[in-house]
Every structure is written in structure tokens, then in C-alpha cells.
């Protein structure tokens, strides 16, 4: 069921920009670069302008975000100790079996020094795609936008279980629910608590050591508003190259 995280992790060496050094962050600054893909093996593949890599701020969004609320969500993924709380909420929440799953946590190792490695954590999730490749290769429009919040959403009961979309999502992130006899993935808690006016997603609420921010980026009052435009701030995307635009950024502290 997992096929495909062995080869991502195997890809995803160092997803973060931890290793880089102050200096180096800040001359990237300075030039108005920031990085945002892997920094695998030593070899930084990635750095472009700041403006560029958070979509949101690219000319088409500026000022005026395309929903409102544009729900996303900053995983300040340095935080992460493994409890998986969020997954035990999700699962709860959202009625997620036993073989299924809404969130993960991926387990990243790092050479410490001779014989030593040191355990990172990186939670997932759908990233709610901006151009999500999802949603273009549903036949049935089962699977579709939300135009209010931007939501990737499910209506199961158009879905014909094809797994087209599961083939399509650049991030892995959908299960074939046996019971409902349809695909099943993160909607970011909508149906289980947001429509029902509960906020914030349940993994959010759950998590002991404030990793996930969840909130609307059109709201320059925000948390992930704050965090996503802080110009000091390092954020990144899972896998920028595909063009998906996730809505789920991630960052350090
Ligand atoms: S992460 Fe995958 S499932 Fe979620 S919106 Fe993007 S393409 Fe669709
Ligand atoms: S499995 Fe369902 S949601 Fe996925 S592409 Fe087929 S019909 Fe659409």
C-alpha cells in the first residue's frame, strides 16, 4: 500500500535546510534567494527567488488570494518528536481504518559521526495543491476544489474507485477506503470538524509540540500568514518541480 514512500525517502535525504550554515542563509537572503528543495548529500539542488517559491505570493495572488479562507498549514517540522498524536486524532476523528491514513509521519536518518545516526521526523499530508494533479485526472469529478476554502475534497459518492487519482498525486498522499468503496485522504478536517464550525484540524489540536500551524493564509493576521511571509524565515514545498502549488508549507522552529 505504501509503494512509493521507499523510493521518496530514498530521494528525500534531507528535505530540510537545517544543515545549511547562518552565513550561508543569510547570503542567500541578502541576494533575495531562499532555498526550497532537498539539500541531499551535500549538494544544495535548489534556490530561487523568494518570490517565486511561495506561490502565493506569485503576481497572479498577490493582495488577493484566490479563497477566502484560503486554508493552509506550516509544519515547523524540526519540532516533531514522533508521539503520533495527530495520527491517533485523525484516525479518531475521521473514522481513518486501520490500513488507511489521513497523515504520516516519514523517519528521516542523518550521519552524526562515525557509526551514528540521528532520527528526524517529517509529518505529511495532502498538500491541498494549489494546480493539484488530483483533481485533473479524476474522470467522475469525484474528487474536486473547493471554490470557497480550496480544500482538495471527495465526493465518494461519484467515485468509481479507479485509482486514477491515486496514480496521479505527485505526493502519495490517498488510500482506497475498502468500507466506503471509494478513495479517502485529508480534507483538512472539514467534513469531521471545520463545516461543523470547529477549528483547527484535529492533528493541529493534537500535536503536543506545536508543529502544525493551521490557518487562513488570506488573514494577514495569521499564524500561517506570519510564518509563510516572514522574509527571514526559510519555508519550503515537498517537490516544487511538480507544479502542484501545495497549500502545506514547511519550515524550522
Ligand atoms: S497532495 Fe495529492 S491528493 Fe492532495 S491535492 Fe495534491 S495531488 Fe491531490
Ligand atoms: S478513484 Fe474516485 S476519486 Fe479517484 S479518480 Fe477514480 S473516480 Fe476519481
Known amino acids: 500500500m505504501f509503494k512509493g514512500f521507499a523510493e521518496w525517502l530514498k530521494n528525500l535525504k534531507n528535505e530540510g535546510v537545517e544543515h545549511i550554515s547562518v552565513e550561508e542563509r543569510r547570503a542567500f537572503l541578502k541576494l533575495g534567494l531562499v532555498i526550497t528543495g532537498v539539500y541531499a548529500g551535500g549538494t ?15 503576481p497572479e495572488y498577490v493582495g ?4 477566502k479562507p ?11 518528536i514522533d508521539c503520533e498524536r495527530c495520527m491517533e ?4 476523528t ?19 559521526g562515525p557509526g551514528e545516526w540521528e532520527r528526524r521526523f517529517m509529518p505529511i499530508l495532502c498538500n491541498h495543491c494549489n494546480e493539484p ?41 490517498r488510500y482506497f477506503n475498502e468500507e466506503k468503496r471509494a478513495i479517502d485522504k485529508c480534507d483538512f478536517c472539514w467534513e469531521s470538524r471545520l463545516s461543523e464550525g470547529e477549528f483547527p484540524t484535529a492533528c493541529a489540536k493534537a ?8 490557518g487562513d493564509l488570506s488573514d494577514p493576521e ?12 526559510a519555508i519550503w514545498v515537498l517537490r516544487p518541480s511538480m507544479g502542484a502549488r501545495p497549500n502545506v508549507f514547511y519550515t524550522i522552529n
Open 207 to 214: 500535536c503536543p509540540a506545536g508543529v502544525r500551524i493551521f
Open 133 to 173: 494533479p488530483c483533481v485533473r485526472a479524476c474522470p467522475t469529478k469525484a474528487t474536486f476544489k473547493d471554490p470557497k476554502t480550496g480544500i482538495v475534497r471527495m465526493n465518494i459518492k461519484k467515485c468509481i474507485g479507479c485509482k486514477t487519482c491515486m496514480a496521479a498525486c505527485p505526493y502519495d498522499m
Open 44 to 58: 544544495l539542488l535548489s534556490v530561487v527567488s523568494r518570490v517565486r517559491e511561495v506561490y502565493a505570493d506569485i
Open 64 to 67: 488577493h488570494y484566490p479563497y
Open 222 to 233: 495569521s499564524q500561517v500568514y506570519q510564518l509563510v511571509h516572514d522574509p527571514q524565515r
Open 89 to 92: 486524532a485523525c484516525r479518531k
Open 70 to 80: 484560503h486554508y493552509s498549514m506550516v509544519l515547523r517540522t524540526d519540532r516533531c
Open 94 to 112: 475521521n473514522h481513518v481504518p486501520p490500513y488507511g491514513w489521513r497523515t504520516r509521519i516519514l523517519e528521516q536518518h542523518f550521519p552524526k
